[in-house]
């Protein structure tokens, strides 16, 4: 199975600032990565696919990039419904696994 | 608006049995894969099982395999999991999910929580 490594684990900010997170693949899996937001008692939200593109109705405030072994989502300016943890997701082979989450609460 | 609303979870003792359902609105649900996902603290988010539009494929992660059952009702837009001989580690919260076959998930129920436990 391939695994996925999210850092950091967990990180504190404030409203506005810049949060980036790291997702690294322990083989190459192209652009064949998701990313996902979870809150608790809510549905999970969809955020982005093929590593950069944006699911429907996500702020341009999110950014995903990367290829091969390593990405990053970034948040360019933070903002209060953006707390949660978020995932990283690989499809390039079965079966499809996560990251460990990464959360972002308010500092 | 696409809903998922799942049900049935709930306190089992290891070695029973609970079935999941997840009523879907709001789309074409006989034209899309489902899939289960769980999460837990610990382990975070895993992928369960998947099923084609007809019923007819199914893929499940290896450590669920021969224990849960992935069906569906596309009369009744409905998605179910039978999961058998549950485990101490199989409590988790777990999702129903849209699955774009294969790819990612593109819309997820709030979950229901199973939890086993003697």
């Known amino acids: 199975d391939i695994q996925m490594t999210q850092s950091p684990s967990a990180l504190s900010a404030s409203v506005g600032d810049r949060v980036t997170i790291t997702c690294r693949a322990s083989q190459n899996i192209n652009t064949w990565l998701a990313w996902y937001q979870l809150k608790p008692g809510k549905a999970p939200k969809f955020l982005i696919y093929k590593a950069s593109t944006l699911a429907n109705g996500v702020p341009t405030r999110f950014s995903g990039s990367g290829s091969g072994t390593e990405f990053t989502l970034s948040i360019t300016s933070l903002e209060p419904d953006d707390f949660g943890t978020y995932y990283c997701q690989q499809y390039n082979s079965h079966p499809r696994t996560f990251g460990q989450g990464t959360t972002v609460d308010i500092k | ?118």
Not at chain 2, 85 to 113: I, K, M, P, Q
């Open chain 2, 1 to 118: 608006e696409v809903q998922l609303l799942e049900s049935g979870g709930g306190l089992v003792q290891p070695g029973g049995s609970l079935r999941l359902s997840c009523e879907a609105s709001g789309f074409d649900f006989s034209g899309y894969w489902m899939a289960w996902l769980r999460h837990t603290p610990g382990k975070g988010l895993e992928w369960v099982a998947t099923v084609r539009q007809d019923d007819r494929e199914k893929f499940y992660v290896d450590f669920v395999e021969g224990r849960f059952t992935v069906s569906r009702d596309n009369a009744k837009n409905s998605l179910f999991l039978q999961m058998n001989s549950l485990r101490v580690e199989d409590t988790a919260v777990y999702y129903c999910a849209v699955d774009r076959g294969r790819s990612h998930f593109d819309n997820w129920g709030r979950g229901v929580r199973v939890t086993v436990s003697s």
